[in-house]
């Protein structure tokens, strides 16, 4: 797990020594990638300078040191992640006369590009990676990223310069760099707390897809292709459902898992995990402690308001399982601590409050080991999301009310003044849950086809242009409806698309950051490519069965650890936010809501933003997601617009 940063100058008109001192500055930018060691390369002649940081894991030997050049000399890589199955390859490589260096993956795929060509040899790698590759004698450069885009790359040109790297901090020190914000993408940030792939916040940038490949030629001139579309691993899986017993679905499961598992476990360094106690870290803990000599290092993260707090449970599962396990309590001072340095790490704007156990429990683990494997992927793979049901069921009763009555039930529900959702509360029914449901619904009645009903359910602000200024929200073809006819249950669906938005741009996104933040490598079993590709083939009745969901992976973990310990409500990774902004965060809010610093810096506007902060500070609607969402822009953009080059690091 590493970091990598460089750019290509069009004109070819720097100096070796110049362009050596500009890139090693950007990549110290990104020193926390990788602390353990940091190297610049340049080909002045082709007008490449590349930067790398190291963060050791396998061969800690300089013979795994990057960027690093061919046998041949025609080729330089720059690579960040982690192939798990370079020792079977490196015997291939072998056979066709090639020579190795040390036993880093980083030269297996180096060799193998060489050897093979890049389109034959990413096919092959099974792992997370993210990688640069120069041609020398033909000025290309290549940049990959894996099937589930567990690991960042961003490209772009400005000017006569592109760039390409592990995170946008990095190109700040560049002269040609311009961090003009993308209203357009800010508008799609609003509506999902992130910003959707394949674009970034900064105009003239954008994310490398997951499973792509893109070549940049000599002129800057890019092309993008997919290596690996998950659309048709979908529609492959729909062809090809599995047709076993339940025993012989589990006992296959449990290989494929074991397998994954196994393979994440070799490292150099000292390894552990993350364990929430749910399901899917519990998996990955029980399978490594299966097949570990030593007790597992586990760790998990718990807080003092009910309702939020898996500690305990997790606690329990790692008693039954035998592991070395740790614990650490956040309250809001930690927050307090810990929010105005999400920018830092965050260098996009990014608005899921899980950021924040997610660095605090990277910080716990980083104390002890090197190396942690966690259980993300699991609730997108096997139908966990409680969402799922929520919206069949919420479509059911739109369904059922006809078109030509909903515009007037809309009004109907628009002009119940929100006191009554507050009279509600009193009654102890929940003032702030109702509120949001009921605006929730009324936003849903909206919703023409299926997708954009569930792109209303699990989006914050409904009409982003309505907040941000001067833009225009881009929406994704498949959220239009594109996909009922080759994925007809719904529910498939939106597992799908949960698998190319939330998933990538979210999930991964938030663990990349949060762990790469201390340096630490998180590794992710549930989400090898074969695993994907095999839950693809699995029936609906394997995933949810009889209101059950994740029914095959609960099946695998029985094995494991008692059900008492695991059938309980599903919690998530929450944060009571809403709490903390009507408490130990108002002032910190307030400050970055003021309405006269809204109209200032003239993103957004403020009617509606403090409208709706008035009505959580109130206790009539819980408003936390939509204004985190403000919050974490605002916050972002002081970092941002205040900070020197120097000082993002």
Known sequence: MCGFTGFLDLKRCGGEHTMRTLVTRMADTIRHRGPDDGQAWVDAEGGLAVGFRRLSIIDLSPAGRQPMVSACGRYMIVYNGEVYNAEELRPLLLGRGCSFRGHSDTEVILEACAAWGVEETVPKLLGMFAFALWDRRERTLTLARDRMGKKPLYYGQLGATCFFGSQPKSFRPHPDWRSEIDTDSLAGFMRFSYVPASRSIFRGLR???????????????????????????????????????????????????????????????????????????????????????????????????????????????????????????????????????????????????????????????????????????????????????????????????????????????????????????????????????????????????????????????????????????????????????????????????????????????????????????ARTPLLDHRVVEHCFRLPRHLKVRNGVSKWLLREVLYRHVPRPLIDRPKMGFGVPIDHWLRGPLRDWAEALLDERRLVAEGFFRPRLIRERWEQHLSGQINWQYQLWCVLMFQGWHEHWASAPAEAIA
Not at 239 to 254: C, M, P
Not at 321 to 340: C, M, N
Request: charged share 25%; glycine share 8%; proline share 6%.
């Open 207 to 521: 994310q490398l897809r997951p499973g792509h490949i893109a070549r940049i030629n000599a002129a800057g001139n890019a092309r993008e292709r997919p290596y690996w579309d998950i659309a048709e691993v979908a529609a492959a899986g729909r062809a090809n459902r599995i047709t076993v017993s339940d025993r012989e679905a589990t006992d296959a499961l449990e290989r494929l898992l074991s397998d994954a598992v196994q393979r994440r476990m070799i490292a150099d360094v000292p390894l552990g995990a993350f364990l929430s106690g749910g399901i899917d870290s519990s998996v990955v803990v029980a399978l490594m402690q299966r097949q570990s000599t030593q007790p597992i290092k586990t760790f998990s993260i718990g807080f003092p308001e009910a309702g939020y707090d898996e500690a305990p449970h997790a606690r329990r599962v790692a008693e039954h399982l035998g592991t070395d396990h740790r614990e650490f309590y956040v309250d809001p001072s930690h927050a307090i601590d810990l929010i105005p340095q999400l920018p830092s790490w965050y260098d996009e704007p990014f608005a899921d409050s899980s950021q924040i156990p997610t660095l605090l429990v990277s910080e716990l683990a980083r104390e002890h080991v090197t190396v942690v494997l966690s259980g993300d992927g699991g609730d997108e793979l096997f139908a966990g999301y409680s969402r799922y049901a929520y919206v069949e069921s919420l479509l059911g009763v739109v369904r059922h009310v006809p078109i030509s009555m909903r515009p007037w039930l809309q009004r109907l529900l628009r002009r119940i003044p929100q006191q009554v959702w507050g009279a509600f509360g009193r009654l102890g029914i929940g003032a702030g849950s109702l509120g949001r449901r009921v605006a929730k619904l009324t936003d849903l009645l909206d919703a023409g086809v299926e997708e954009q009903l569930y792109r209303t359910m699990v989006g914050q602000w409904p009409d982003p242009t309505a907040v941000v200024c001067d833009s225009y929200e881009p929406v994704e073809a498949f959220w239009r409806g594109t996909l009922g006819g080759e994925i007809p249950d719904f529910i498939e669906r939106m597992q799908f698309i949960d698998m190319v938005t939330y998933l990538p741009d979210d999930i991964l996104t938030k663990v990349d950051r949060a762990s790469m933040a201390v340096s630490l490598e």
